[in-house]
């Protein structure tokens, strides 16, 4: 599989072994590449982009579409409500995403369940992938949706497209295009020589900061995991408390 970065360059995403999940292991790696840079490939990197916003979601739709593929609807049904639930995301148990499907931000997204999609592509918050007249949008590979915007119906958006924040579309995007605006407008279109996707996060060239600081951090992560215990055993002692007195003034 292939996964296009922001400079252009052609990343080979070895599909080594399959997980249980064929498709997760390319979309954690593919959301590492982009995050990362084309070097960030490794185990560590995986369970680095697990952590991150959007994942979950991510997880828990490849865990559905495995459960359909076992012929398992019930309890594909009860994954798609416990996404809804957790992630805030309603992605159409229906719905198909090729290999590298990375979501930045879950909360909001809408997808179709005849939605149909190549390989990486791109989601970040509030989108809304929507049918009209019982016809859902399809994309191509390479796509980038930005914040909030809206496909509408059977359009078809080209390989390598950009949609903008907020934009609403109703009409084909070519290839390579960007297309922004309410309704949406093509504004540019690229050759196959420029970048596809908006700038990454700054590369972390020292692998020493998974374990030392940064957004994704171990460290980082502990603190977090600590505050959550922290919280928690506030609540039980609390609880214990009231429980303690209430026993006292309602003993008879």
């Known amino acids: 599989m292939k996964f296009l970065t922001d400079q252009f360059e052609e990343v080979r ?8 999940f064929p498709d997760l292991r390319a979309d954690m790696l593919a959301k590492a590449v982009w995050y990362y840079g084309a070097q960030r490939q490794g185990r560590l990197d995986c369970l ?3 952590m991150s916003d959007g994942s979950l979601c991510t997880v828990l739709y490849r865990l559905m579409c495995a459960l359909r593929r076992w012929h398992l609807g019930p309890l594909a049904a009860v994954v798609y409500k416990l996404n809804a639930f957790l992630t ?15 979501i930045l931000h879950s ?12 390989e ?15 016809q ?28 903008g924040a907020n934009a609403v579309v109703v009409e084909d995007v070519p290839e390579g295009a960007t297309a922004v605006g309410i309704p ?9 020589n420029e970048a596809v996707l908006p700038p990454r996060h700054q590369d972390t060239k020292n692998d020493n900061e998974f374990w030392t600081r940064g957004k994704h951090g171990f460290l980082d992560l502990s603190f977090r995991v600590f505050r959550v215990l922290r919280g928690l055993s506030v609540v ?9 007195w209430l026993r006292r003034h309602t003993s008879v």
């Open 13 to 20: 995403i070895e599909r080594r072994r399959p997980w249980l």
């Open 184 to 192: 949406a407008k093509v504004v540019r279109v690229r050759d196959k």
């Open 136 to 163: 859902s949008p399809t994309l191509g590979d390479n796509v980038f949706i930005g914040g909030g915007a809206k496909v509408i119906g059977g359009v078809r958006v080209g390989n390598r497209a950009r949609i």
């Open 107 to 118: 909360v909001g997204v809408i997808v179709n369940t005849s939605v149909r999609a190549g």
């Open 48 to 50: 680095r982009m697990l």
């Open 120 to 134: 990486n592509a791109i989601l970040e918050g509030g989108v809304t992938l929507g049918a009209e007249k019982k």
């Open 88 to 102: 805030r995301a309603v992605i159409g148990r229906g719905a198909e995403f090729g290999p590298g499907l990375i």
């Open 236 to 244: 039980a002692v609390l609880g214990a408390l009231v429980s303690w």
